[in-house]
Each structure stands twice: as structure tokens, then as C-alpha cells.
């Protein structure tokens, strides 16, 4: 078969806890790709310029950022983790519903901080426990679970695209920059010549216009998102963990307290089921541990340098998709506003084809290969996109492989690092935070250059990150291959003690006899 059936069997026991954390992720991702293709509007609806707007995507991942280190405490119990996941859930549809009426800039970066929160809690308590559920098998089930986020992109910008804005708006009665003068002149050209002050009242008239539009995509975009919650409490209900209904079976964590404890009896054969195995939790009580005491420096730098891939990496996801559009509308490419609302589309959809690819894939490879490949896919990719500049065909190719190879990052690297480590570290937590920072510092950053240097920097970011990115992988592999070597010298010592115990027990036995 395809599927070894005892994954086939444990993915059947644990099926309806695994639809639901995927269903969570779709959540994530419709929240995370909107900003993109919608940055322009957003940009109009709150009067304020680009690297103002900038700051938008900073509240959200920094919020992200604080809800992954924070989302721990809510793992000790199930009855915590869904309902920390249904209230996050049904945050995202809330914080949809009252964008179009956030005027302001700072009202915008406080509902997107909000989202952001409720996004980092999702990526964290989904995440752990999947790998708890599945341990060494979590790798298959990461790429789905991170095919949904793929899917919850790709889903956010093709519902916003029919809604986006043709031309872009003046700020104090003055054009933001050269870019949108352009844009504005080659629109007006191709319609019934008109005199400069009828010019300015349309295009007044056509800013308010789209904004009224805009506001129908985020409305039906929390309104898809509702059945996310809903299966959430249908999954406490069926758990009998909603207060109001009649404990009538054991909750699921009673009976993973029972399952530990036939482990303990029965040996270590035993699948483990505790939701709080292996040292998964917050970032801040992983570095409380006591059990961390006396580790080789393997053990930190693994954790340390799979964070940092990861910070490269998703920073790269964050910056390619809040900033291709912005990219795509300048000069030299200049693209319509329509058009290159495609290319956020074009991303996402790449990063889910290539998640749904990796779930095979990750069947067949060991993820230390598909990293490898995808890493060094980012580079020649981006490179490319250099090299062709001008090239609005290879814009929208080269979009397409950047996101094939960014899409199986992040679960190749938790499961990998996992491994590494035999599940007792804090890698999920780490690498999780470290995500969501990567995200948070390389969208601000780049949106600075952007706005300084011009549309060109972005992808010369893009290649320096990448690069980066890389070099770190060759460290962690370095540092991999250290820590195989301390738990083999390990292993060989405990051995050796062991050994004389088991011969001298034979001998004392013959003395005792002829004596």
C-alpha cells in the first residue's frame, strides 16, 4: 500500500481531532494573505501612506509573535485547547467583519494585532498537538495541516480580487509617490479626455466607491470563515467538555492519562498519547526545564539554528506575499492593479499544490532532502527573478515556483529537528516563535527598503535572505550530525557500565558454589 496501515489505523482513531486542527490552519491562512492584495485599499480606506501602512503588518505577526509564545498554557488540558481554538477562531471572523469600518490606521493595526493573536495561538496549539497525537509519524500530517494554511491563502486574495480598486488614491490632496501618478495618468488615457478639476472629483468619487466594495470581500470572508469555530465546539460537544452538557464518557485526556499509565506498565511499545509529552509547551516554561541541565551545546544550537531557517524562510513567505503586489504595480513592471492582484492568488495557490505534494513526498524523503532542495529552489529562483526584471511573464512564473519551494519549509524543518531531538525539546514552541518573528521583521523591513530604496530592493532582500537562510541549514546540519555522535558516545558508555554488572553475576555465582 501506498500508506502503511498502521498510520492508516492511527490517522482513523484520531480522525475527527485531526480534521479539526486542520480546519483551524484554513483560519490562519485566510487571515495571513489578505493584507497583500488588499494593502492598496486598505492604504485608501485609512488615508495614510505606504510605510505607514507598513506598520499593519508589523501589529499583526508581533501579536502572532506574542500568541505563539504565550499559546502554551492553554495545552494542559483539552478543554483549554479547543476553547482557546474556538475563541480564536471565531475572533478572526469577528476582526473581518469590522475591518471595513477601521477608518483610521491605528484602529486597523489594533484589529490586526487582535487577529494576530488568535493566529499565533492557532499555529501553536494545533501544531503541538498533532505532533503529540502522531510523534515520529507527524510528518505527513504537518504538510496537510500546512496545506490548509496554503489553502487559506489562496482562498483570501481570489475573493478579494473582484473587489480591488483599478486606480490608486491621493493622501492630502496630493499624489504618495511617482507610481501612483502613472497609474492615474494611463487610466485616464484610456478614456473620453476630461479637464483636471472633473479628474480629481472622479477620482475622490472612485476611491470611496471601492472602498464600499472592498468592504463586501472581508464580509464574505467572515462569513466562510464560521464554520471553523462551529466544528471546533461540535468537537468539545462530542468530548462532553462544554460545561452545560452530561459528562457521560471519560474526556480525552482521561483517557490518555490511563494510556500513559499503561505504558508505564506494559512498556514502551505503547503508542504515547499524553498532550503534554515531550516537553512541548510556551517558549518561556521550555526554558525553565529542568531537565535542559547538563545537555551538549548540540542540543541548544539545533533548536537555535532550526529557529533561525525559519525565521529566513517565513520571512521571505511574509515579505513576497505583502509585498509582490506593491512590487508588481511599480515601475519596471507596472502592471494593472487587476493583474497583479493575481500574483498573491498565484502564491498561495503554489504554496498549497506544493504542501499537497509534500505529503507523498515526505512519505517517500527524509525531510533533511526536501529541505535541501526547496532551500537551495528559494535561491536560483529569486535569482532568476533578478536576472529578469522586466519580465512580467517570469514574474508570475518565477511567483509560482517561489511559492512551490517556501511551502514545505516549515513542517519539513518540525518534523527534521523532532527527530533530531526524539521529541523531549522544545522545538515546536521554538520554531513556532521564531516563524512568526521572521515574519514580523522581514515584512517591516522590507517595506522600509521598498519605500526608500524603490521596487527593486525586493527582491534583492529576497536573495540576501534566502542566501542566509542557507548557510544556516549547513550549520544545523553541522550541529546535527554532533549531537548523532554524543547520543552514539552516549549509548556506548551506559553499555560498557551495564556489561560488567551482567558478567560478574555468573561468576560470583561458581565462587559461592565451590566454596
Request: overall charge negative; proline content about 4%; charged content about 15%.
Amino acid at each position: 500500500m501506498f500508506v502503511e496501515e498502521r498510520i492508516l489505523t492511527l490517522f482513523k482513531r484520531n480522525l475527527h481531532h485531526t480534521l479539526t486542527y486542520w480546519s483551524v490552519f484554513f483560519s490562519f491562512g485566510l487571515c495571513i494573505a489578505f493584507l497583500g492584495p488588499t494593502i492598496l485599499d486598505l492604504r485608501c480606506q485609512t488615508q495614510s501612506t505606504l510605510s505607514q501602512i507598513t506598520w499593519v503588518f508589523f501589529a499583526q505577526q508581533f501579536c502572532l509573535l506574542i500568541g505563539s509564545s504565550i499559546a502554551g498554557v492553554f495545552k494542559k488540558t483539552l478543554f483549554r485547547a479547543l476553547s482557546a481554538l474556538f475563541v480564536s477562531a471565531l475572533i478572526i471572523s469577528v476582526i473581518f467583519a469590522i475591518i471595513p469600518l477601521c477608518h483610521n490606521v491605528l484602529l486597523l493595526a489594533i484589529a490586526m494585532a487582535v487577529s494576530g493573536l488568535a493566529m499565533g495561538i492557532i499555529d501553536t496549539i494545533a501544531n503541538i498537538q498533532l505532533v503529540t497525537i502522531y510523534q515520529k509519524d507527524s510528518a505527513v500530517f504537518l504538510q496537510a495541516l500546512h496545506f490548509f494554511i496554503g489553502f487559506g491563502a489562496l482562498v483570501s486574495p481570489l475573493i478579494a480580487d473582484p473587489f480591488l480598486s483599478e486606480k490608486g488614491c491621493t493622501v492630502g490632496n496630493v499624489t504618495e509617490n511617482v507610481t501612483e501618478i502613472m497609474h492615474h495618468l494611463r487610466y485616464s488615457l484610456r478614456n473620453i479626455p476630461m479637464n483636471m478639476h472633473n479628474m480629481t472629483e472622479d477620482h475622490e468619487l472612485h476611491v470611496e466607491e471601492e472602498e464600499s466594495s472592498v468592504s463586501y470581500a472581508f464580509w464574505i470572508m467572515a462569513f466562510i470563515n464560521l464554520p471553523v469555530p462551529i466544528a471546533v465546539l461540535y468537537l468539545m460537544y462530542r468530548e462532553r467538555l462544554i460545561p452545560c452538557c452530561p459528562s457521560g464518557t471519560p474526556q480525552l485526556l482521561d483517557k490518555d492519562e490511563l494510556a500513559m499509565e499503561n505504558q508505564a506498565n506494559e512498556g514502551p511499545d505503547t503508542e504515547p498519547k499524553d498532550h503534554e509529552a515531550g516537553g512541548h509547551g510556551d517558549i518561556f516554561s521550555c526554558c525553565q526545564n529542568d531537565n535542559l541541565r547538563g545537555l551538549p551545546v548540540s542540543f541548544f544550537m539545533i533548536h537555535i539554528l532550526g529557529g533561525m531557517v525559519l525565521f529566513m524562510t517565513d520571512g521571505i513567505v511574509g515579505a513576497y506575499a505583502g509585498f509582490v503586489y506593491t512590487y508588481a504595480v511599480s515601475p519596471p513592471m507596472a502592471l494593472s492593479h487587476k493583474t497583479a492582484g493575481y500574483l498573491a492568488s498565484i502564491f498561495w495557490a503554489a504554496i498549497t499544490a506544493g504542501r499537497l505534494l509534500s505529503i507523498p513526498l515526505s512519505y517517500r524523503f527524509q525531510p533533511v532532502r526536501l529541505l535541501m532542495v526547496n532551500l537551495a529552489g528559494v535561491i536560483v529562483t529569486v535569482l532568476l527573478l533578478l536576472i529578469f526584471y522586466t519580465s512580467s511573464v517570469f514574474l508570475f512564473v518565477g511567483t509560482c515556483l517561489c511559492g512551490l519551494f517556501l511551502s514545505s519549509v516549515f513542517p519539513c524543518m518540525l518534523a527534521y529537528t523532532e527527530d533530531i531531538l526524539d521529541y523531549q525539546g522544545c522545538a515546536t514552541s521554538v520554531l513556532v516563535t521564531s516563524a512568526g518573528m521572521g515574519e514580523m521583521v522581514m515584512q517591516v523591513l522590507v517595506g522600509s527598503i521598498i519605500q526608500s530604496e524603490g521596487s527593486y530592493s525586493f527582491l534583492l532582500c529576497g536573495m540576501i535572505i534566502g542566501c542566509i537562510g542557507f548557510v544556516l541549514f549547513f550549520g544545523l546540519l553541522f550541529f546535527e550530525r554532533l549531537h548523532k555522535n554524543y547520543l552514539t558516545g552516549t549509548s556506548k558508555k551506559s553499555a560498557m557500565v551495564e556489561e560488567p554488572a551482567t558478567e560478574v553475576r555468573p561468576e560470583h555465582k561458581e565462587e559461592t558454589e565451590s566454596s
